[in-house]
Each structure stands twice: as C-alpha cells, then as structure tokens.
C-alpha cells in the first residue's frame, strides 16, 4: 500500500514547490544531495529512470526516506511503461512521473492509489490528463514554453495543478515567476543545481523556496 496518496502529493508541492529531478549512479552521492535538499526544506524529490544503475539507487533511497525523512515523498521520473511503473512502485515510489501521457501507465497508478504525474504540453494534452486523473501535470519543457504559456492555459484550465519542469535555470526570479504565471510547484533538473557542493546546494534551495513562498519579492 502507498505511503502518500495523490491528495497527499498535491498538499506537499503546494506547501513546498520546488521539486528536485536528479539522477546520479553513485549511492553515496545520491545521498548527499537528497539530505542537503531535505536540509533546505523540499519535501517532494523525483529520481529519474535515466540509466542502467537508476532501479537499484531508487531502491536504496526509498529505504533511506522511509528511516530518516518519513515526511519526504520520493517519486520516479522517467517512467513509459505500465512495467516500469510496477516495478518501481514495488520499490516504495511514492509517485510516478511521465515525460509522456500514457493511459495504461494512469492505471497502474490509480490501482495503487499514488500520484500520476504525467508530461503534457499542449491545451489538449493537459486536459486529457486531468481527466485521466492526473495528482499534477507535469508542464515541458517549460523553459522553452515559458510562464507566458502557462498563463495562456491557465486561461480555459485554471483548476488544473501544474507543475513546470524541463530547463529552467535555479534563480529566484525564474522561480517566482512560474509561480505568478499559475504554477502550482516547479521542477528543477539537478544538473543544473551546484550538486557538488552539498551547504551551496541547501543555501540554494532555501532561497528558490523562499522566492516561491513569496513570488512578488524574488
């Protein structure tokens, strides 16, 4: 049985929006930037299916959580196919992301009762995944969209809990400004983020959840 249901991921990435999408081949590395993430405040963390070594990580971070961050949902990124799905959620994801709308894969979800985060793009797509039951729609790449995008959705969908992700640069006004565009969280590659550097890493993100927190500021 899950940890989270969808109602449970959709109040933790409005409370805290800023949402890590990392992957890294190194169980110690993992570690590290998944606590100085946690340290800064983020409590929604996606791990993506991106390389031969992506399973076996996934599954030791998902025991780490479930030790030391019980309130943290840790999600899988990546994911095409209802296999795939299953056999993370196996693991302990607390939910699934998709690049891609896939109905097959909403259904695993739904008869696991965890959050489905599928990728939509255009008016169409993100309908259909809202009505698909979508916990959030995974906007992308919403650096080259853009929040003004967003807003023109917003416009016909503005019920509909979005999360922008795909190459958006780690700055406060960046941040803040998907937020006042309509963005209910935002997802931030990690290849992008000082992962090296674990206190930068939390410095950093302390302040991207703080710009968010107050977009008017940033």
């Known amino acids: 049985m899950a940890r989270f249901t969808s109602a449970d991921l959709l109040d933790q990435a409005r409370r805290t929006p800023l949402t890590p999408v990392f992957y890294h081949a ?8 998944l606590a100085a993430c946690y340290a800064a405040g983020v ?21 780490l959580v479930e030790a030391d961050y019980p309130d943290l949902l840790l999600g899988a990124g990546t994911i095409f196919t209802p296999e795939e799905a299953e056999r993370f959620i196996a ?8 690049p891609v709308l896939s109905p097959e894969v909403a259904a695993v979800c739904r008869r696991h009762d ?5 990728g939509a793009m255009t008016l169409t797509e993100v309908y259909q995944a809202a009505q698909q039951g979508a916990a959030l729609v995974k906007l992308y790449p919403a650096g080259y969209l853009g929040p003004a995008y967003l807003q023109t959705l917003r416009g016909p969908l503005p ?18 400004a998907w937020r006042q565009a309509g963005a209910t969280c935002v997802g931030l ?3 992008l983020l000082p992962t090296q550097d674990p206190t930068a890493l939390t410095a950093l993100m302390r302040t991207l959840l703080a ?7 940033a």
């Open 211 to 217: 710009a968010m927190s107050n977009p008017t500021a």
């Open 114 to 118: 965890l959050a489905w985060l599928p």
């Open 189 to 191: 590659d990690s290849r």
């Open 91 to 98: 693991a302990g994801a607390d939910f699934i992301v998709q």
């Open 159 to 176: 019920q509909v809990p979005i999360m922008a992700t795909g190459g958006l640069e780690p700055r406060p006004e960046v941040v803040a």
């Open 26 to 33: 190194g169980d110690d590395f993992a570690r590290r930037v």
């Open 43 to 63: 409590r929604v963390f996606e791990f993506t299916n991106r390389g031969p070594e992506a399973y076996r990580i996934f599954a030791g971070l998902q025991k």
